[in-house]
C-alpha cells in the first residue's frame, strides 16, 4: 500500500514525462478501440512508452502513471481506486489512461478490466511476452489489442541519421542495431546497462531464479551463437543442469524477456518439432556485438538475425528448413508454407552451391515457384529447375518491407 499524499506527489512529478521530445516518429501504428486495452509490449527501452505518447499527443487529458518510479515502491492492486481519484483531481475528468511497464503490479489485469468494461480508453506498456499470454489470458481476453515493438528498423534509424540509404549507413546500423537511447549517445555504457537490467530484472528476478551462474552462462553461449541449431540436451550437459527441459524453461524466459526468440524445424509432426534442434535469434544486434563475437567475424550471423528480428516485426509465423540442404526461414500463413529466405553475406563461387541447393530444396519441398536469397549488396535472378531464386540486398529488401508497411 501507498500513501495518497506520496502517490499524488508521484503522479504530479511523472506529468512533467508527457511533455518530453516524442522523438523519431515510429513505423508501427497504435489504435484505441472501444471496450479494448490497447497493449505496446516489448523488450526494454525499445521505445514503448515513446511510440504510446506520440499517439496521445493531441489528447488533452492523459491519466499517467510509470510504475518504475522507486517513488511507487509498495504499490499494490487496492491503490488503483485512490490513483484514480488523484487522476481526476489533477489532471481533470474524462481522461485517457496510459499505464507505462504495468507488469510490475501484481493483478492489474483486473482493474484494467473495469475500466474497459466502464468503456475508459486505456493504453497500457509492458518489458515482458507474459503481459500478451498468462496475465491477459485470465482476465482480459477478447478485451485487448495488442502491438509488439522492437529496436528502430533501418527505416527509422535512417530517420534518426536524417539520411537517405547508402551501404555505409546500413553497415553501421548492422553493428549498431537499433535502440534508440543507444544511436543517439553511441555511448557502451548504456548498452552494458541496459544488457544488465534486462537480466537482472526482466529475467532473474520476475523468474525468481537463483542459478545466475549457469543462466548466465546458458545466455552467452546462445547470443555467440545466433542462427546456429542449438540442441537442449547438449546445452544442458554444457552449464550442467539436470534436463533439458530446464533448458528449455530458460530459453523461455529469455524470449519472455524479448531478449532471445528460439524458432523450430518445420515439420508437419509437432511432436518432431519439438524434440528437433532449434535456432536462436536476438532482439538487436548491438547485444550480440558486446556480448558475443565481432561484426568482421560474423557478418553473415549478424545478416541473418537482421532479418529475423524484421519478419518478427511483421508478426511471421517462422521456422526453418532441414533436409539434405538447409534453408535458413519459412514462412508459415495458416498451415502452408508460403515463402523460403535464405541469407548469405555475400554469394561465391565457395558457397554458392550450398546456398542455392538449400532454398531450392526448400522450394521443391513446400510446392513454391520463387524464392528469396537475400545478401549483403548483390541482387540477380537465378532460374533453376523450374523455380525464380530472386537475390535480393538486405538493405533494399528492409525499405521495400517499410514502404508496403
Known amino acids: 500500500m501507498i500513501l495518497r499524499d506520496e502517490l499524488k506527489k508521484a503522479v504530479l512529478k511523472q506529468q512533467d514525462d508527457l511533455k518530453r521530445d516524442l522523438g523519431i516518429i515510429r513505423d508501427p501504428e497504435v489504435k484505441l478501440l472501444p471496450k479494448f486495452a490497447t497493449i505496446i509490449s516489448g523488450i526494454r527501452r525499445c521505445g514503448k512508452s515513446t511510440l504510446a505518447r506520440q499517439y496521445l499527443k493531441d489528447i488533452k487529458t492523459i491519466y499517467y502513471v510509470h510504475f518504475e518510479d522507486i517513488n511507487l515502491t509498495g504499490f499494490e492492486l487496492e491503490d488503483f481506486l485512490k490513483l484514480e481519484d488523484i487522476f481526476k483531481e489533477v489532471a481533470g475528468k474524462e481522461g485517457t489512461y496510459f499505464f507505462d511497464e504495468i507488469q510490475n503490479i501484481q493483478g492489474w489485469e483486473r482493474y484494467v478490466r473495469q475500466l474497459v468494461d466502464k468503456d475508459e480508453k486505456v493504453i497500457i506498456t509492458g518489458s515482458n511476452a507474459t503481459m500478451l499470454s498468462k496475465e491477459l489470458g485470465t482476465k482480459l481476453t477478447g478485451r485487448h489489442i495488442t502491438k509488439e515493438l522492437y529496436p528502430f528498423s533501418y527505416t527509422e534509424f535512417l530517420k534518426l541519421r536524417e ?66 541449431e542449438t540442441s537442449y540436451n547438449k546445452l544442458k550437459t554444457l552449464i550442467g543442469v539436470g534436463s533439458a527441459n530446464t533448458i528449455s524453461q530458460f530459453i523461455d524466459h529469455f524470449e519472455q524477456a524479448y531478449l532471445l526468440f528460439a524458432i523450430r524445424k518445420f515439420d508437419y509432426s509437432i511432436k518432431k518439432q519439438i524434440i528437433a534442434p532449434k535456432k536462436l535469434y536476438c532482439v538487436d544486434n548491438a547485444i550480440i556485438g558486446q556480448n558475443a563475437f565481432s561484426f568482421s567475424e560474423n557478418k553473415g550471423r549478424i545478416l541473418e538475425n537482421t532479418v529475423f528480428i524484421q519478419l518478427r516485426r511483421e508478426d511471421r509465423d517462422i521456422y526453418y528448413h532441414k533436409g539434405k540442404y538447409e534453408c535458413d526461414f519459412l514462412v508459415k500463413n495458416g498451415n502452408t508454407i508460403t515463402q523460403a529466405i535464405q541469407v548469405c553475406y555475400e554469394l561465391n563461387l565457395d558457397n554458392k552451391k550450398r546456398e542455392i541447393n538449400g532454398i531450392l530444396e526448400a522450394l521443391e519441398t513446400h510446392q513454391l515457384k520463387e524464392g528469396l536469397l537475400l545478401t549483403f549488396d548483390q541482387e540477380d535472378l537465378i532460374k533453376m529447375e523450374g523455380k525464380n531464386i530472386h537475390i535480393i540486398p538486405v538493405w533494399k529488401w528492409l525499405l521495400e518491407k517499410s514502404a508496403i508497411l
Open 163 to 228: 539520411q537517405q540509404h547508402n551501404i555505409a549507413l546500413f553497415e553501421e546500423y548492422l553493428k549498431k542495431g537499433g535502440f534508440p537511447e543507444y544511436l543517439k549517445s553511441d555511448d557502451p555504457e548504456i548498452l552494458k546497462n541496459l544488457f544488465l537490467d534486462i537480466f537482472y530484472r526482466d529475467i532473474m528476478q520476475r523468474n525468481e531464479l537463483r542459478n545466475e551462474t549457469a543462466i548466465k552462462t546458458l545466455l552467452h553461449y546462445a547470443i555467440s551463437n545466433i542462427g546456429k
